[in-house]
């Protein structure tokens, strides 16, 4: 497991941006699988976006949610060890705590799924107001 620590959140009005970043402890974080899930008041933790290591893709293959599509954009530094969620437009519907999540390895069925990742930071809240 890697320790994983969340920054970036808080308050912002709808159509606004945010970007989260999440850092990571390993020093194999280059392998990883990492991922961003997220809880609303009332809801269960869903899946937001995810970043594997491809070999044929540098950038690594991105996979997100419908509902983020195009407007989140997930990305990361691996000489800083460190994932990035560029948020941008903005809804109320995106408010919810924030969580960074990450696993040695998995495939693209499971990568969306809550029970695949065994490291997890504290959560960080966003808030949109309309």
């Known amino acids: 497991q890697v320790q994983l620590v969340e920054s970036g959140g808080g308050l912002v009005q709808a159509g606004g941006s945010l970007r989260l970043s999440c850092a990571a402890s390993e020093g194999t974080f280059i392998a990883y699988v990492m991922g961003w899930f997220r809880q609303a008041p009332g809801n269960e933790r869903e899946f937001v976006s995810a970043?594997?290591?491809?070999?044929?893709?540098?950038?690594?293959?991105?996979y997100y949610a419908d509902s983020v599509k195009g407007r989140f954009t997930l990305s990361r530094d691996n000489a800083k060890n460190t994932l990035y969620l560029q948020m941008n437009s903005l809804k109320p519907e995106d408010t919810a705590l924030y969580y960074c999540?990450?696993?040695?390895?998995?495939?693209?069925?499971?990568?969306?799924?809550?029970?695949?990742?065994?490291?997890w930071g504290q959560g960080i809240q966003v808030t949109v107001s309309s």
């Open positions: 999540a990450g696993v040695p390895r998995t495939t693209a069925a499971e990568i969306s799924r809550e029970n695949t990742y065994d490291s």
């Open positions: 970043i594997a290591w491809s070999a044929s893709n540098t950038a690594g293959n991105t």
